[in-house]
């Protein structure tokens, strides 16, 4: 039965399919079609199916060739993973108040991409040299009062931390139990059952700005893909952290974002509440404009972070060009925006919303390859969660292939 071929999760699914497929009626069958299926060995793996349905001596039959696409869809997952916690550092270095607030959010945020059971971030003073730990999560209360929270680095100093401060390179413990680098905490990697870490300098523009470590415990390992996620993203998190180092405490920040002159994510936050309430009060609709660039991590990667903030500018200055007197723009993290509509349907907004992503278009091609995706939402179906609602909009733009606008 080639059913058993087929993963547990997905035989209902396809059997389905097929009885449709051999009744002739393969209209609303999608192609090629994806599921998981299992080697002879057990293994999982996903393939692609696309299937004709064919006449085979007076008989209807299915025709089809199956490929195995697992590491396409491994690789789709880590872009996926990229571009989620890309937006997450982004969200983080607007949102935070301090570095320990921010530290916080980077090491939450990884732990939506790999599972480890403790997370640290530390900061470098390179004048003091000195590190002092940040933040960090997964640390049992009584573990807490008994980790060190300020490291002197000194040549010589045999420490994973240290080590990575000297060195500027990354290190993978594989047994923190027997690790020269781990001597320090042998009794604590014994007592909370500590296996792995993976320790990583965090470099922005060649300066060391802190260290980063991951720990499992003995029922996980730190996989070689978790490891190459971590050295992806660390140059990311080095240059949040630079910011917001360069920038001091958050909390004197005006009414305005300093490099694109758009309303800030705080200004936002009171702006969206006082349109909450005049729905409430007098039924006022509205729409929100989600706005991510697409691309804009190649810029910064290709021509600086410098030409980076001129294209946010001429951005920012673009989606002003388009915004009537009641309407108002914010920078909402990284190069996400958002932008208020009120007294504005979802269907006029989507005008609004075409003529920004087509204007970008134009604006940015061929020489930067820029575009925009834009979810639009309004208050009818209830404004509780319309942010959230706005950016689910906006990310089934870029599934759908970016420069596109969405509806919900």
């Given at each position: 039965d080639y059913l058993q071929l087929i993963h547990p999760d997905y035989r209902e699914m396809m059997e389905k399919m097929t009885k449709q497929a051999l009744k002739g009626n393969t209209q609303d069958l999608p192609s090629p079609l994806r599921f998981k299926a299992l080697r002879k060995n057990g293994e999982e793996i996903w393939v692609e199916n696309t299937p004709s349905v064919v006449n085979y001596r007076g008989k209807i039959a299915i025709l089809g060739s199956i490929k195995d696409v697992t590491e396409v869809v491994q690789l789709e997952e880590k872009v996926k993973n990229l571009g989620s916690f890309y937006r997450e550092i982004g969200r983080a270095v607007n949102w935070s108040k301090n570095l320990s607030e921010f530290s916080r959010r980077i090491l939450e945020a990884l732990r939506g991409v790999i599972d480890y059971d403790m997370g640290s971030l530390w900061i470098y003073y390179p004048q003091q040299e000195l590190l002092i730990n940040s933040a960090r999560i997964g640390y049992p209360e009584d573990l807490e009062k008994k980790i060190v929270k300020e490291q002197r680095v000194k040549e010589g100093e045999i420490k994973v931390e240290v080590y990575c401060v000297l060195t500027k390179k990354a290190i993978h413990i594989k047994d923190m139990k027997k690790h020269e680098f781990t001597e320090y905490m042998r009794k604590l990697c014994q007592e909370y059952d500590l296996f792995q870490m993976y320790a990583l300098p965090l470099i922005a523009k060649e300066e060391l700005e802190g260290v980063l470590e991951i720990m499992v415990k003995s029922d996980k390992i730190l996989s070689k893909g978790d490891r190459k996620f971590l050295d992806g993203v660390t140059e990311e998190v080095a240059?949040?952290?630079?910011?917001?180092k360069v920038e001091g405490e958050l909390q004197e920040l005006v009414r305005k974002d300093s490099l694109t002159g758009l309303y800030n994510y705080r200004h936002f936050c009171q702006k969206?509440?006082?349109?909450?309430?005049?729905?409430?009060?007098?039924?006022?609709i509205y729409s929100?404009?989600?706005?991510?660039?697409?691309?804009?991590?190649?810029?910064?990667?290709?021509?600086?972070?410098?030409?980076?903030?001129?294209?946010?500018?001429?951005?920012?200055k673009i989606l002003q060009d388009y915004l009537r007197k009641a309407d108002s723009a914010y920078r909402y993290g990284g190069e996400e925006f958002v932008i208020l509509l009120p007294y504005t349907s979802?269907?006029?907004?989507?005008?609004v919303a075409e003529r920004i992503r087509e204007k970008v278009y134009h604006s940015f091609y061929p020489h930067y390859r820029i575009t925009v995706s834009i979810g639009v939402v309004d208050s009818r179906e209830g404004d509780k969660d319309i942010v959230g609602r706005a950016d689910e909009a906006m990310y089934r733009a870029k599934r759908k292939g970016k420069n596109r606008v969405e509806v919900s």
């Open positions: 240059g949040g952290l630079r910011k917001i969206i509440e006082e349109q909450k309430s005049r729905k409430k009060r007098y039924g006022e929100l404009l989600y706005i991510d660039v697409d691309g804009f991590k190649s810029i910064n990667d290709t021509y600086g972070h410098q030409e980076g903030d001129k294209v946010l500018q001429k951005l920012a979802k269907e006029q907004a989507q005008g």
